[in-house]
Nanobody
């Protein structure tokens, strides 16, 4: 059974930081492209950051220079460190795993940025 379980969401103040983690099971993690998406109320889900099996990274323009994605193949986890948070970063953040035609999603974790 494939599971992607996000954690680390919560409430942060503008300018603050949060670290999201996604623990996976049931997949050959080292083969998968891992991504973080987010969906704000009333908006489409959007890609925030991605990391390839060999740790190549990509970021949405809104996340560049503020967010950092990383992976630990030994622990089968992917992390998203978010800093300089803004109210517009408020969203549900989803972990996503992709390998060829296989794709899996986590249940999401809520991030709220507010003073």
């Amino acid at each position: 059974q494939v599971q992607l379980v996000e954690s680390g969401g919560g409430l942060a103040q503008p300018g603050g930081s949060l670290r999201l983690s996604c623990a996976t099971s049931g997949i050959s993690f080292q083969l998968y492209n891992m991504n973080w998406y987010r969906q704000a109320p009333g908006k489409l889900r959007e890609l925030v950051a991605g990391i390839t099996p060999d740790s190549g990274t990509k970021y949405a323009d809104s996340a560049k220079d503020r967010f950092a994605i990383s992976r630990d193949n030994s622990k089968k986890t992917v992390n998203l460190h978010m800093s300089s948070l803004k109210p517009e970063d408020t969203a549900v953040y989803y972990c996503n795993a992709v390998f060829r035609t296989l794709e899996y999603w986590g249940q999401g974790t809520q991030v709220a940025v507010s003073s």
